[in-house]
């Protein structure tokens, strides 16, 4: 990754003397792991949480050994405790802006210094506007196959044609249940996407959505524009999701074709100094997933700062020997 000096900044009155050795700005798995083995190796790091995990309207998450079927809401308490025993300092508010030095400016609050920063600021779901949609959101209108598909196996699915991505996730989704329905809405299919519905024994339905038929607080369908009420227990569509990556473009972070920041193996960044882990780098990424990265940058931070703290110690030992 190509590397850009890493400026100072002299504003240390209003910093404060307190250098931290990483800042890690956010607190979900990928934040949260991250500061827990920077702690365990016993440096200063101080982490900032918003309080806006992404999987905050889901009940449950899977797919995660040993934590399956947990509440996300409890696997950060725990985390948050986990931390807390390695004299990590938790920070409730929100990141301004990151100057190069590294001064993290908190909106209303503290300025933080750092040696280096890692972000895990996740993304958020853009949600299309179909009334009902985000009321239903994590509850009974759901993403990832993965994460729900079991708890709500065999019931009548419907998959929403509001992104390309609705093709492959009813293609998917019919491992869970056998009556499965793609509704079209906006979506345009080639020939090959039909045929491939068809075999795999996937419905398809013409017309576009206008809302969630919800009764008793529960999905009961999805209505048309036409007037039809297709009657389906689960709904599922694929988001567009959207990186939290402000702080990282703002200091000049290179991104890949796809528009996301681009980092190596353990979320180095082209900027110095400066990492990135979870879903903030790969939508793709579980909460098992992004704590996985949160380690990974962890190990490589820690690397990173040793290799500082040797080389200053032996400018130091030479100043004294040349001294003496």
Known sequence: MTKVTNEQNDDTQQAGDEVHDVVVIGAGAAGLNAALLLGRARRKV??????????????????????????PA???????????RYGVRLIRGRVEQIDHGYHVRLEGGPVLRARRVLVATGLRDELPGIPGVRERWGKDLLHCAYCHAYEVRDQPFAV????????????????????????????????DDAERLAARGVRTVEGEIEHLVVDGGRLRGIGLTDGRIVPRAVAF??????????????????????????????GRTSVFGVWAAGNVID????????????????????????EEDVDRAVERRRAGTAGA
Do not use: Y
Request: include cysteine; charged fraction near 20%.
């Open 46 to 71: 101080a982490v900032i949480d918003a309080g806006e995990p992404r999987n905050a309207p889901a009940s449950h998450m899977h797919g995660f050994l040993s934590r399956d079927g947990l509440s």
């Open 237 to 266: 569509l694929f988001p567009r999701a959207v990186p939290n990556d402000a702080l990282l473009t703002r200091l000049g972070c290179d991104k890949d074709d796809n528009g996301w920041v681009a980092t190596d193996r353990t």
């Open 283 to 306: 939508p793709r990424a579980q909460v098992v997933t992004a704590a996985g990265m949160g380690s990974a940058a962890a190990f490589a931070l820690n690397a990173d700062l040793l």
């Open 74 to 84: 409890t696997l950060l308490e725990l985390g948050r405790a986990e931390i807390a």
């Open 160 to 191: 929403l044609g509001t992104h390309p991505g609705a093709v492959h996730q009813a293609l998917l989704l019919r491992q869970w249940s056998d009556d499965i329905v793609l509704l079209r809405h906006t979506l345009d299919l080639t020939a």
